[in-house]
């Protein structure tokens, strides 16, 4: 009543705004100093925005344990290898967060990646295909698969759940019928496949990723606050663009030195990473993205406001199933063969773990990509610690399982306070 | 009247075994608010549904826009033509924060699919302004607002698109004081430019305030359609119950009229 401005007019030019528009009083601004972000944070704390600070903990506190178990855990060659030995189920777990976020489930994802695994094996060996030609093979047979359950989820809707459960039996009666009477196909140790776990970059080579990296993320939050301050809206002063890329820096940078010191990078991880990488861009600064959130937040609302819903579905499996073929992949690369074993073990369950570990909601519309790096490194160093500590799969099964407790206990404490994120009408 | 931008004759809709709406006509021209007016169940929230989209119509009636037959069989239809709708069962999305919700569907983008946030926020925070509200901050989920934030965030997100018709189903049955009269106020600016407004509301009040015409819809059919200047509240009344003899006005008489006295202000 107060403001005569005319909707239509106001909303398409910004003229006649006041200079300073009043900021409500109730909002808190945080003061650009590090006693200002400091405070901030621990606003966030006390709201009940943890972020990612329980699984770094939690990361921390696992390499503190098992090093002072066994002083070979920090090692340069462990944590390399610890680093290969994720990417598989690390690229299944991306896949996995991405049907987290609608708020479904894909269980088939752990057959898709053994199904994936024959196919490659079976038309490099046994049909005599070219490596290259064989791994875009069983990628596409994964694409196929992941629009087929999509397109059955939702357009005839029978419950992702029971669709990907078919999945889970049937792709792995596929996997198992391909393989015939072999248990194992080797691959070639020297191939397209090999040299997708075999390859490490010079330390040139990673140095050069990890400086782009951080210069490209900074000129970007760069670009984008200036942009903010020129159109009036709150934005992060240079000094905190800066904290925040020294931020990022420490692990990138560090994460690079650490494993330039045994053979550099390896490609396999700067593969999940790259994946991790693009598909949270996808989610956080794309239409697409913005969709699935929508979809995964509210579908009768993404519907109402004009987003095809079952587009999103479908193209969402078809990317999880690809993901997973690709994780299938990888397998056989690192194991140098497909068996009929591959996939049919606990990778499922541990994709599935690493997502909801690090931070991905079980029930739609909350989550980011990082959280299958973060998750997928805590159930990886879980692993390898227990494994130079030579304890079995038994104790490894346990305290994977007290991890994902904690994991959701803490998340569900801090959602408490924080009926920002909850879900469900108001 | 001048001619109606968007007619509708012959409309039903079912439900399983329920019909909720059988053969309803109905029109809206520019620069006219149209009251929809009914009891609970009457099919108010239906037909808003049939002219947004969200659930189209059974096969038989026929829709003009403009005079020219056109089909609207998904929210994208209605969007192109020109219709935004403020649904009674706020469609909005609880982990999405409010910039977000507004553009939800129509993001503005820089290169192909990229979204343009800064723009989008400058946006928002104008569009907001001019509705006088006032929201900590545009970057928090909707779910952490109040029902008529919300509510006000749900008719904000309507406007963007610059829409010919604007359905209001209940638009002001969570608001305070204030935002309800803004909400009127805003419904009177819209028809001043020019849009048809369909304005779905069980206050009377709000309803003779604002609106120039009211179709009664009861039992899912029409039940008249009444200049408003000129029609008593008791006729309205009548009309939604279906009898002159009915709870409202046994209970004036009961009460010496006063209920009306004060409602109908
Ligand atoms: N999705 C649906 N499925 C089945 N029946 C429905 C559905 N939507 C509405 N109905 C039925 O249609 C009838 C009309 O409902 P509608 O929501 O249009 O009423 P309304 O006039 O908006 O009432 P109110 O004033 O309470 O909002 C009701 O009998 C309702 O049960
Ligand atoms: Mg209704």
């Known amino acids: ?426 | 009247m001048s001619t109606p931008v968007l007619e509708l004759s012959g409309i039903s809709k079912t439900f399983g075994a329920v019909r909720a709406l059988s053969d309803v006509d109905f029109q809206v021209a520019e620069g006219e608010v149209v009251a929809l007016l009914g009891d609970n169940g009457a099919g108010k929230s239906t037909l808003v549904k049939v002219i947004s989209g969200a659930h189209p119509a059974d096969a038989g009636g026929v829709i003009r826009w403009d005079g020219r037959q056109v089909g609207i069989n998904s929210p994208s239809d209605a969007q192109r033509l020109g219709i935004a709708t403020i649904y009674q069962d706020l469609a909005l999305c609880d982990n999405l924060d409010i910039v977000a919700n507004l553009f939800l569907g129509n993001e503005k983008l820089h290169f192909p699919g990229t979204l343009d946030e800064v723009e989008m926020e400058s946006r928002a925070m104008e569009l907001l302004d001019s509705l006088s509200v006032r929201i900590p901050s545009l970057r928090v989920p909707v779910a952490s607002l109040s029902g008529g934030q919300r509510q006000i965030i749900a008719i904000a997100r309507s406007l963007l698109g610059q829409p010919r018709v604007v359905m209001l189903d209940e638009p002001t049955a969570a608001l305070g004081v204030a935002q309800t009269a803004q909400v009127l106020d805003l419904i009177e600016r819209l028809r001043d430019q020019g849009h048809g407004v369909v304005l779905i509301s069980h206050n009377m009040a709000d309803v003779r305030a604002v609106a120039d015409r009211a179709v009664v819809l009861r039992l899912g059919r029409n039940a008249g359609d009444f200049p408003i200047a000129e029609t008593s509240y008791e006729e309205i009344v009548a009309a939604i119950t279906g009898a002159a003899d009915n709870p409202v006005s046994r209970r004036s008489e009961r009460t010496g009229s006063s209920a009306l006295a004060t409602e109908d202000k």
């Open chain 1, 1 to 426: 009543m107060t403001q005569q401005t005319p909707v239509s007019k106001a909303s398409g030019e910004g003229g006649a705004a006041p200079a300073e528009p009043m900021r409500d009083p109730r909002l808190l601004t945080t003061v650009a100093s590090p006693k200002g972000w400091l405070d901030a944070l621990r606003r966030r704390l006390r709201g009940g925005e943890l972020g990612p600070i329980p699984v770094i903990v939690g990361l921390l506190l696992i390499a503190v344990v098992f090093q002072s178990m066994n002083d070979r855990f920090l090692s340069p060659q462990n944590l390399s290898n610890l680093t290969v030995q994720i990417a598989a189920i690390g690229l299944m777990t991306t896949g996995v967060i991405m049907v987290l976020l609608l708020g479904e489930i894909d269980l088939s994802i752990g057959s898709v990646a053994g199904l994936s695994a024959a196919v490659l094996a079976v038309l490099a060996v046994k049909q005599g295909f070219p490596e290259w030609g064989a791994i875009a093979a069983a990628i596409g047979v994964g694409l196929l698969i992941g629009l087929v359950h999509g397109t059955v989820f939702a357009k005839l809707g029978v419950p992702a759940f029971v669709v990907t459960l078919a999945g889970l039996l049937g792709w792995q009666g596929v996997h198992l019928y391909l393989m015939g009477s072999d248990g194992t196909i080797n691959t070639s140790p020297n191939g397209a496949i090999a040299m997708l776990t075999q390859t490490y970059f010079v330390p040139f080579m990673g140095w050069a990723i990890a400086a782009i990296t951080v210069i490209l993320y900074t000129i970007s939050v760069f670009v984008v606050e200036r942009s903010r301050r020129r159109a009036r809206l709150p934005y992060k002063p240079p000094s905190e663009i800066v904290f925040r890329a020294a931020l990022l820096s420490l692990p990138i940078l560090g994460g690079v030195w650490v494993l330039n010191q045994y053979k550099g990078v390896p490609l396999a991880f700067l593969i999940f990473v790259g994946f991790v990488v693009v598909l949270d861009l996808v989610l956080r600064k794309t239409r697409y993205g913005r969709m699935v959130y929508a979809v995964g937040g509210n579908a009768e609302a993404a519907r109402r406001a004009g987003i095809n819903v079952d587009l999103i579905r479908i193209s969402v499996f078809g990317i999880a199933s690809t993901l997973a073929a690709l994780g299938g992949i990888m397998l056989v690369s690192r194991n140098f063969a497909a068996s009929v074993s591959t996939g049919g073990g606990a990778e499922l369950m541990m994709a599935i773990a690493a997502a909801v570990i690090g931070g991905t909601s079980l029930f739609g519309g909350r989550g980011n990509a990082y959280s299958a790096l973060l998750g997928g490194l805590v159930l990886g160093a879980i692993t390898s610690g227990l494994l130079l500590l030579q304890m079995d799969t038994s104790v490894r099964f346990m305290i994977t399982a007290a991890v994902l407790l904690i994991a959701v206990i803490i998340d569900a404490i801090s959602r408490r306070g924080r009926k920002s994120h909850a879900r469900g009408g108001a």
